[in-house]
Structure formats: C-alpha cells, structure tokens
C-alpha cells in the first residue's frame, strides 16, 4: 500500500489503511505500508516512512518528498503481487511508477470526493471551475489502474458519471466491534466533570467545514427545545474550530457545546462512545462514514443525514433516525430521542445488530479476494506463484 497520509495524523484513509493492514492477516495478505514521516514515530514491522514537510495551511499533513516516495515506493514493491494506492497525490504517481516498473497490476481506494472539498480550502476560485478540475483528475487518475476499489454505491456512481472506464468494486472499510463495545462511559463522564444522567449527544470527526458541524450547532438550539440539558460534545481538531466556537456563541449555546480536541482511537474514544446517549452527524460529502458504524458497534442510536456514502449505512438501517435536511426538523428529532431513554435504549439495540454487518473480517476477506481476482486478471506480467498475496 502507498498513502500520502497514515497515523499519526487521524481522518478516516488512516484508519481504513490501519483496518485493513491488521484484518488482512488473517485471510492470507501480506501488507507492506510506505507512508510519510510526521516527526520520530517509532518503527513499526511493514511500515516504510519517507521524509515530508508539513503544509503552510494545513500543518497536520505532510507533503512526502517526491523523489523519496517514488523510490520508498519502488523498493517496497520489489518482492509484491501487486501495488494498492490510497491517496492521490504524491502516492498515486509514486505507487503508479513502481507497479509499472515491476510489472505488477495496480489498484486504487478512492476515498475522498474531492469535488465537494476544494471550495473550502481554494475560495477565491469559482466553485463550478474547482469541481471541473477534480472531475478530470480524479478521471484520469482512476483511468490509469488495474482496479478501483470505493467504498460505497454513492462513490461508484459518482465515477461512472465522471468517465472513469476502469472496473470499480464497492468495498467498505470495516471496523473492530470488540474495540468499540467495551467503553467506559462513567469514567470518561467523571473525568471530564459531566454528571451521570445529563442526555449527551456527540460528533466524532475531523473538525472542517465539509463535515457541516455548523448544521449540527443549529441543530443542537433546536434539541434544546425538547432537551433542555443537552450537551453536544465534538471530538476531533481541524480548521474549522475557531468558526465553529464564535458559531455557538452568536447561537447562544456555548455552554451546550464542548470541543473535545483529539483522543486517542484505542484509548480514549471507545469511552467517549459509551459516555454519549445519541450519535450526530450532518456531513453531506462522507464517501462512506465509518464513525456512524463505529457509534453503532458501541450502541448508540444515530441521528443523521443520509447522504453520499451514508446512504448505504442508513438506507433501512435499525438504530437510526434519518430527519429531513434542516435544522429545526434534525434538532427536534435528535432532542426527543435525548429525551425518551426508553426509545434510545431500543435504538442501541437495534444499531450494535446493524454494525454486526460491517465487521472488519467481513471486509478483510472481500478484499482479500478482489486482491486475488486482480492477480488472475490481464497482466502486464505473468505473475508469480505464490500462495500468499504480499501488497505494497
């Protein structure tokens, strides 16, 4: 696998490469990982670091050198089956030239819908001429690889519709029930000073305007309403965070609100999880949203937009509530569920039962099998005997 980004630095690819290089073991797949170095992150088996620097306007992020990539990333294919790209930047052209000079077939994840994101961080171009750039890159990028593998029907669509004639295959990211269904909410309740029985909402995400955290505040006006107790918590960072605070103020709710900043997936979050009553989420650009499963196996209802990859999740999902795409109505819907604990306690129920589905075994061994179809496909080169995938 060749990714511009990987933990450290926390959004949902870094969790979907993490999910998949743990799960993948156990259905025969060798991973090996070239990703870029945040700053002394420890050696890890499998993982190849390459030198970056960080961006002027985005200092979570590191752009891998280019000349340092390509060759981490032709190294690291040198005894592979095949070479499976993640992100594409620096990645996609690194991981594109060490399949080809190896002979290997070559896949890609695409994960992110990018025409919906430039206008955030590019504002003085027109919107309109933004997504027409995105459109073609993402074309011929897709166009370039031997397979592309989306994670939800949404996606898939939205590339047919840009003209990307490669074959594409939707396989979500899934994820680790146990890690999630094990929380200790009263202790992480008791830590931070929130009483036992206030009704708590909560957003997990990357704190940016795309995720559209500032609906959710409106939102949380109208809660209150029918729940006047009720506290939203925001778990995560990003550039949205000033804006967001200032957002809570002028709505009058900044004591309803609390930024959480980062916590730590294995650590921290599962007990963040079991502390809430109600999962919020409005993003209407997510390419799957893997925390709606992740609040799922935890057991907590969700209240959210269905939308692009959502869909999938929330189409006739038990354990959700899909409200109509306005404030007030998703404010009301959430503040009654925060209200009723009956109805939220059949709603758990019902929403560790839909997660069941999503298990990160269940996936591992679909793309396990995709990587094995790849290999008996069309090739560039006859490919090797071997009775265990390895992927770069």
């Not at 993948?24 to 620097?53: I, K």
């Not at 993640?86 to 399949?99: D, R």
């Amino acid at each position: 696998m060749v990714s511009d980004v990987y933990f450290p630095r926390v959004n949902g690819v870094s969790s979907s490469i993490e999910t998949f290089r743990r799960a993948l073991a156990a259905h025969g797949v060798e991973v090996r990982l070239v990703a870029p170095r945040y700053g002394d992150e420890p050696d890890e088996p499998g993982v190849v670091r390459v030198a970056g620097r960080a961006l002027p306007k985005d200092p979570e992020d590191r752009l891998a050198s280019w000349r340092a990539m390509h060759r981490a990333a032709r190294e690291a294919a040198a005894d592979c089956d095949l070479v499976h790209v993640q992100t594409p930047f620096v990645a996609h052209y690194a991981g594109l030239a060490a399949a080809r000079h190896h002979g290997l077939p070559v896949m890609t994840t695409y994960h992110t819908l990018f025409e919906e994101y430039l206008q955030h961080y590019v504002p003085l171009l027109p919107v309109a001429w933004l997504r027409g750039l995105a459109r073609r890159f993402s074309r011929h990028q897709c166009n370039a690889v031997d397979e592309v593998i989306v994670p939800s029907t949404a996606m898939a669509d939205r590339l047919a519709a840009y003209g990307v004639t490669t074959p594409r295959q939707v396989l979500p990211t899934g994820i680790p029930l146990d890690r999630y269904a094990r929380g200790d909410g009263a202790t992480f309740r008791a830590a931070r000073g929130i009483a036992p029985d206030r009704p708590l909402a909560l957003f997990v995400g990357r704190v940016a305007h795309e995720k559209n955290i500032g609906f959710l505040l409106e939102a949380l006006s109208h809660a209150r309403r029918e729940c006047p107790d009720a506290l939203l918590l925001i778990t995560g960072e990003g550039p949205a965070m000033n804006d967001l605070r200032r957002h809570a103020s002028d709505l009058g709710i900044p004591d309803a609100v609390r930024f959480l900043g980062y916590l730590d997936r294995v650590t921290e979050l599962p007990d963040c999880y079991a502390a809430a009553d109600a999962f919020a989420f409005a993003s209407r650009t997510e390419t799957q949203g893997l925390v709606l499963l992740e609040a799922m196996a935890a057991g907590l209802p969700v209240v959210a937009l269905a939308a692009m990859g959502t869909v999938d999740i929330l189409a006739g999902a038990a354990g959700a509530i899909v409200p109509p795409d306005a404030p007030r109505e998703f404010g009301r819907a959430l503040g009654r569920l925060l209200a009723d604990r009956d109805a939220a306690s059949r709603l758990a129920a019902q929403a560790r039962q839909t997660a069941q589905a999503w298990s990160e075994d269940t996936m591992a061994g679909r793309m396990a099998e995709r990587y094995r179809q790849v290999l008996a496909g069309p090739r560039r080169k006859a490919p090797r005997e071997r009775a265990t995938p390895d992927v770069a």
